[in-house]
């Protein structure tokens, strides 16, 4: 549990964090959304001292982060930011390596962890080990940076836009090995993100921030149907959001009884995939199939019900 607490932090002429107060649940995502120079970056940053509160506290596990020292505390969190910050003149193992070795992990247990860790993302270990970050793609070092991060197997990894510099298909991507790992560890996650779309698509909950304020934090669906600011309407818009309410969702979730003719569509993909599957087929309802076998039917229908507002 990460608990925020009445934190303030204020520079000369600006208050970056003004009172903002949130509990962050242990095993879930928590995006935190604002337009530049909300405050975003410095909350992240006071979770792992980066930053420190100029009043208010923030507590891990009922600790407060400033009774913990910061190294301690940097090696129990993992940290990862916008262009992965990869050291450039170590390979990848030693790069991946850096916080194991750091905390006195035998030769052969580092030597595990990077060659499982590289396995997770798909990066092969005997070609990529001894690469230099230079010669990695763009997406394959924003990977890296997260594998890093994860070497010492945190509780707690914060992130600051970290697909922030990819293109959309290999940010898609991104997204969904996240929220892979994510489920396979049970990491808490905070994520800073400027894409609303993000932010709904991986957070469990959402806190959004405007000048400093935290204005909302809740659901995807309850920011979605009931913002409470007009800033918050703003920021998830408006033209969509009907779509946003569907993309929630898998087809599985909300099966309907009855026949329907055609191509199955899987129950694995999300309602806004189903609408969109059954407009460019021409059809009012579609078989859904899971691993093959018949579970139901989809109806345009049911989908316009699901998608107006709750
Ligand atoms: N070291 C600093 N010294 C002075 N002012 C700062 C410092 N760091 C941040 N600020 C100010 O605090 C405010 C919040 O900045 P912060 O970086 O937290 O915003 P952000 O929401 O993360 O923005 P972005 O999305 O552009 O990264 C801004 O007005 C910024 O100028």
């Not at 892979?180 to 469990?204: P, R, S, Y």
């Not at 806190?207 to 600011?229: F, R």
């Not at 087809?251 to 309907?256: I, S, T, Y």
Request: hydrophobic share 40%; proline share 5%; aromatic share 4%.
């Amino acid at each position: 549990m990460i608990e925020i607490d009445n934190v303030v932090k204020t520079y000369r002429d600006a208050r970056a964090c003004d009172g903002v107060s949130l509990m962050i649940d242990p095993r879930t995502i928590c995006a935190l959304v604002g337009t530049s120079g909300s405050g975003k970056t410095t909350l992240l940053r006071m979770i792992n001292r980066l930053v420190q509160p100029t009043s208010g506290h923030i507590r891990i596990d009922g600790r407060d982060v400033m009774s913990v020292p910061a190294y301690e505390l940097r090696r129990q969190m993992g940290y990862v930011i916008q262009g992965h910050g990869l050291f450039p003149h170590w390979t990848i193992a030693q790069n991946v390596g850096t916080v194991p070795s750091l905390l006195g992990w035998d030769r052969a247990r580092i030597d595990k962890r990077i060659d499982d860790l590289l396995d997770l993302f798909q990066l092969d270990p005997a070609t990529y080990r001894h690469r230099m970050p230079h010669q990695l793609s763009g997406g394959q070092r924003q990977r890296v940076g997260v594998a890093r991060a994860l070497a010492a197997k945190p509780n707690i990894l914060l992130m600051d836009e970290p697909f922030g510099a990819l293109d959309p298909v290999t940010r898609g991507k991104a997204q969904e090995d996240l929220r892979a790992i994510q489920k396979k560890f049970g990491t808490t996650i905070v994520l800073v993100t400027h894409d609303m779309d993000e932010a709904i698509h991986l957070g469990d909950r959402i806190a959004v921030m405007d000048k400093g304020h935290l204005l909302q934090h809740a659901s995807p669906a309850e920011i979605i149907a009931n913002p409470a600011t007009d800033f918050v309407r703003e920021l998830v818009g408006t033209t969509d959001r009907a779509f946003r309410l569907l993309s929630l969702a898998p087809l599985g979730d909300h099966l309907e009884q009855g026949k329907a003719e055609g191509e199955p569509l899987d129950a694995g993909m999300t309602l806004r995939t189903a609408y969109s599957e059954l407009l460019w087929s021409g059809r009012k309802a579609a078989p859904v199939s899971r691993d093959g076998l018949p579970v139901g039917i989809v109806t345009l229908d049911g989908l316009g019900k699901l998608a107006a507002r709750p």
